[in-house]
């Protein structure tokens, strides 16, 4: 597992260049004695649209929800720009006891020592000791350091990575049953979008610096510019549970640009949606592509999406792969077709 | 058949001593409270436990039917007692006790009945008119509500009754004993831990049998699957909620017999407890609430036992942390795998 | 389509439904204003308000009948009070209202604050830190202590949290009532010094400099707010009480931002513990029970979950119902003989009706008394449904 490998970021231009973006290796999910996927391979190159298509409960969001960091995988890796993502945990259980270790210690030494018998300042003293290493480790724990991570990774103890560290390596997702911030208004849905991208921090909120300020102002405005991106101009003070159906779906796309993800997810983006609606909705995942150089995974469920836009296609069935290719490939395996259509009579 | 015996020879073992693990903790830990604390304590331990159990009961269903933890739940069973306390003196004046066996046992079952009847119609009314206007409301707010509801009965029996502790007629004498062999049992103990062990079996009989039953765990498992099969969802949480706040007023009467007093605020802290038992067991699991309920008997009792009463409150609420934090599913529930 | 309608045109801003400028809509036209210019300008407005009211309210006790019922100091003494405990509801406010973590244990920092000024500044421990760097040591305090009690709660969903939270508020009283060696157990600890200024004294017969110190650390508590709430940290907080699953998915690390609600709510509730502690010069573990959670959860909940204003006027508000209108009433009874009012200890009440005023609040007006003007629309979104309609007269100028 390359675990340190950096990997520099591509440029839009340079996207269209062979270059793998993720790669997904026999990830398997069970849960208890279902398995919603089984060994599952992808490989998303990067600048590419592809699709991933089957049956209902073929484990099509499960999938992408071991992608996003939602679920841990049973078994297989995901690795991302060249690193690795995602894996089966192993031994998590440790780290909580490694934060009270520290602190019980202490207290037990104390007890040994004889502290209790050295009256208050003894028994002041150990505690105060005790609770000041208790949140040391846990402000440790928090803050993750490179070399808490190393010291976890040499324990033992593998986590996989949560949704927020997906997104801060560059994965953007929406969400197949619509999860916007209903109380907040379409501008503030896309700043949250943003969140990693700007940089002030408590103190700066505090004291109101101008560094916030202009931080602020740029990001209200290139919040803007994504919304204007998505077709949703001028609509900054709504609120988002206000908005008809199709605009919706476009504000989460917005925000799932917010930012500025290398791969975005797109779970079933036009569900619910009319021909017009489907229509604008593909030309604007294919203009994504082209301005942005985002490379998209997509779970659709309508052929004419699938089989316009996308580079290639992975079929599941079952929780297993059945058939991955070009378009045209997956249009003619029999396979693919038995699945949909069930076994032609005998 | 025997495909499935040659293919899980190993599992059974596995699956055998998963499923008891349980168990056989509280067993071991039982012994072990029996051994610290001596014959007396340990009985005294079951007790308080199967007062737990019955109150940890109606949290649990409750949980496990609409989501809600129910913090008016504890306030319902301290009513209990109380409307116990209510009707067993009405009915016996000033007076004193010099009942035969048979009014003894009419009253006794007098007192269960009537307060486990007016404390089901209190939670059926509590959830109509608290609780249901808020089902598809955002979660913060029936939380609230229960709360405030909490407040209202404990401030109410205050206003009527006082704050301080209020007698109750022991119906049976504490002093009675039962005597097997050599070994000798409060009499009081049998009835609270037959009592309340004779609920939890009808309530299981009930749960797994019939068809109101069957109805219950259907809307707890899947509410709108039980809807589209016919399931009337409105009436199925009302019984809910009644035969969870009738258990809690059982638990109530015994209260009162097993301890001779009661306060208004006895519900706050037993409620604690009872919801962290109920936790403890496997939310959503009936089962689970009763071993949940004596297990937290055991630990109060010991703290107790060794003069630490008091840190004994914070001790069941370790309990509970530690349980939510490790091992959120319970004891008796099942490991979660999903981080959403 | 003509049925609907019939049912709801909206009426333009400025104009009454008749279509002219009557007084109400111009009201509602000064309040659009004022609202605009007080988001734009925060923290002026904060201190041009605050300086109005603190003005204004010695004022008006000066009239009868208010003035009838207690002379000025101790009016304003009680304004001083009402201080804390808006100080209280502002710090609630971040982690119930903002963020959605029903927090039922919110008097333990208030009780760490109080005790912390308690061993820093009294005979008991020999000490004698001054107040002034002890508020912000004191928040400092609590704010860890926020962490280490919020840190248990991270991924318990928000039944569970109010559980643990409602613990932990009882369990912190409780170890400061049991350890009598560290804390004088029940008797609290007393002669805890005022705060000390050169040339003005601090006693309990003058009650303007504690007024004016109140005023001074709710101003800056409140600027501090809402600089929290309009920046990044608050969209977090608010994605967190919408849809943390959803906030997670799009970056925000939902460990911290809870974390830090729970310590920055803390602190507020520090700052008001070491106020207190040095006022009354007494701390005692009967001071910070589970009524003091409940009453601070009642203020934010009655006066409009998320809007600062509100939970401040609110908590002002039931503080003085509590300490004064009950109390006026019961005293108004006593000289009045009426039947069954005069027998009533309306003080004793106070809880129960707290406890309906909660109920009913949330099943008619869940929004608060004061509601931001977002919140009573998400709350009362399903009752107009035609917002997804548009307009379709067009009639609304935007």
């Known amino acids: ?346 | 058949m025997a495909t499935t015996a040659v293919t899980t020879a190993r599992a059974p073992f596995e699956r055998v001593s998963r499923r008891s693990t349980p168990y056989v903790f509280v067993v071991g830990l039982a012994l072990a409270v029996f051994a610290l604390i001596g014959p007396a304590q340990f009985i005294n331990a079951l007790t308080i436990g199967a007062i737990y159990a019955l109150v940890a009961l109606g949290y649990t269903m409750v949980y496990g039917i609409i989501e809600l933890i129910n913090f008016a739940h504890g306030d319902v069973f301290m009513v209990g007692a109380f409307v116990s306390m209510f009707t067993l003196t009405t009915i016996l004046g000033d007076g004193s006790f010099s009942l035969g066996v048979g009014p003894t046992v009419a009253l006794i079952i007098v007192a269960f009945a009537g307060t486990m009847a007016v404390m089901g119609v209190l939670g059926v009314l509590i959830e109509r008119f608290a609780y249901r206007p808020l089902r598809n409301a955002p979660r913060l707010a029936p939380l609230i509500t229960a709360i405030g509801v909490s407040f209202i009965l404990q401030n109410a029996v205050q206003i009527v009754y006082g704050p301080s502790p209020i007698n109750t007629p022991q119906l049976i004498p504490p002093t009675a004993r039962i005597e097997i062999g050599s070994i000798s049992i409060g009499l009081i103990n049998v009835f609270v831990i037959g009592s309340s062990v004779g609920l939890m079996v009808a309530l299981r009989l009930f749960v797994n049998r019939t068809r109101l039953g069957r109805a219950m765990r259907a809307t707890a498992q899947d509410r709108e699957a039980a809807q589209l099969m016919g399931v009337d969802i409105n009436r199925t949480i009302a019984l809910t909620f009644f035969i969870g706040s009738a258990l809690a007023g059982a638990a109530g009467v015994v209260q009162g017999f097993y301890f001779g007093n009661i306060q208004f605020n006895l519900g706050f802290q037993a409620g604690l407890k009872a919801f962290t038992a109920a936790v403890l067991g496997g939310i959503g699991n009936i089962t689970g609430a009763a071993l949940g309920g004596f297990v937290i008997g055991f630990v109060e009792v010991t703290a107790a036992a060794f003069g630490l009463f008091v840190w004994g409150q914070a001790l069941v609420f370790a309990v509970l942390i530690i349980t939510l934090i490790f091992r959120p599913s319970g004891l008796l529930g099942q490991q979660l795998g999903e981080r959403a | 389509m003509s049925e609907i309608r019939e049912i709801e045109r909206p009426v333009p801003a400025g104009r009454n439904a008749a279509g002219g400028r009557d007084l109400r809509s111009r009201i509602g036209e000064i309040r659009e204003r004022a609202h605009a210019f007080s988001s734009r300008h925060r923290s002026t407005s904060v201190v041009i308000g605050l300086s109005l009211v603190a003005a204004i309210l010695p004022l008006i006790v000066l009239l009868p009948p208010l003035s009838g019922f207690s002379s000025q100091p101790v009016w304003v003494n009680g304004f001083t009070i009402a201080g804390i405990y808006v100080l209280l509801a502002l710090g609630l406010n971040i982690v119930v209202g903002l963020s959605g973590l029903l927090d039922l244990g919110y008097a333990a920092f208030f009780a760490i604050g109080s005790y912390s000024f308690a061993f820093a500044a009294s005979p008991f421990t020999g000490v004698d830190v001054p107040f002034w760097p002890m508020l912000l040591i004191g928040a400092v305090l609590a704010a860890v202590f926020g962490i280490l009690l919020g840190a248990p709660t991270l991924r318990l969903r928000g039944d569970y949290l109010a559980i643990v939270t409602l613990g932990f508020g009882e369990i912190v009283p409780i170890v400061f009532l049991n350890s009598s060696t560290y804390t004088e157990g029940p008797n609290g600890i007393g002669g805890i010094s005022p705060p000390s200024l050169p040339s003005i004294a601090f006693t309990s017969a003058d009650p303007w400099p504690w007024y004016i110190t109140m005023i001074v650390l709710i101003a800056v508590s409140m600027i501090f707010i809402y600089r929290l709430q309009d920046s990044r940290l608050g969209r977090a907080w608010m994605a967190i009480r919408e849809d943390e699953l959803a906030a997670a998915s799009n970056g925000v690390n939902t460990v911290t931002t809870k974390l830090l609600a729970f310590a920055l709510g803390a602190s507020t509730a520090g700052l008001a513990g070491v106020f207190s502690a040095s006022k009354l010069t007494l701390v005692s573990p009967n001071l910070f029970r589970f009524d003091v959670s409940f009453t601070v959860l009642a203020m934010v909940v009655l006066g409009g979950m998320g809007n600062i204003w509100g939970v401040a006027v609110g908590a002002f508000v039931i503080f003085m119902i509590q300490n004064v209108v009950l109390k006026q009433l019961n005293i108004l009874f006593d000289n009045i003989y009426v039947p069954i009012l005069s027998d009533i200890d309306f003080l004793q009440y106070q809880f129960l009706l707290y406890g309906i005023a909660l109920v009913a609040m949330m099943l008619l007006r869940p929004e608060g008394l004061f509601p931001n003007r977002r919140r009573r629309r998400e709350l009362h979104a399903d009752e107009s449904t035609l917002g997804e309609l548009g307009d379709p007269m067009g009639a609304t100028p935007q």
Request: no cysteine; glycine share 10%; hydrophobic share 45%.
């Open chain 1, 1 to 346: 597992m390359t675990a340190e490998m950096t990997v520099v970021e591509p440029t839009p231009a340079e996207a269209a260049a062979t270059g793998i973006l993720l790669r997904a290796n026999r990830v398997t999910r069970r849960f208890g004695g279902l398995v919603a996927v089984r060994d599952v391979d992808l490989v998303i190159p990067q600048g590419s649209i592809i699709s991933i298509i089957g049956p209902n409960g073929a484990g099509k969001t499960t999938f992408f929800n071991v992608i996003a960091g939602i679920t841990d995988p049973t078994a297989g890796t995901v690795e991302f720009r060249g690193r690795a993502l995602i894996s089966r945990p192993r031994r998590t259980w440790l780290e909580p006891i490694g934060w009270f270790l520290p602190a019980l210690t202490v207290l037990a030494l104390a007890l040994v020592v004889g502290a209790p018998s050295a009256g208050q300042v003894g028994i002041g003293l150990t505690g105060l000791i005790a609770i000041g290493l208790l949140v040391t480790t846990l402000v440790i724990a928090i803050v993750r350091p490179p070399w808490y991570q190393r010291l976890l990774a040499g324990a033992g103890i593998i986590r996989s990575a949560r949704p927020n560290d997906v997104v801060m390596a560059g994965i953007g997702r929406t969400f197949q049953n619509i999860r916007l911030f209903q109380n907040m208004t379409v501008l503030e849905n896309v700043l949250v979008g943003m969140h990693l991208q700007l940089r002030s921090n408590l103190v700066d909120h505090l004291v109101s610096s101008r560094r916030q300020a202009t931080e602020e102002k740029d990001a209200v405005k290139r919040a803007r510019d994504l919304l204007a991106l998505v077709g949703l101009k001028g609509r900054d003070d709504e609120l988002a549970r206000n908005l008809p159906y199709g605009d919706q779906r476009r504000l989460e796309l917005a925000r799932a640009l917010g930012n500025t993800p290398a791969l975005l997810l797109l779970d079933e983006p036009t569900a619910g949606m009319n021909p017009r609606e489907t229509a604008d909705m593909t030309a604007l995942i294919a203009r994504l592509r082209r301005d942005l150089g985002v490379s998209v995974l997509l779970i659709e469920h309508d052929m004419r999406v699938v089989m316009g836009i996308s580079d290639r296609i992975t079929v599941l069935d079952g929780g297993e792969r059945i058939a991955e290719g070009t378009p045209e490939e997956v249009r003619r395996n029999p396979r693919v077709i038995e699945a949909y259509l069930g076994k032609p009579p005998e």
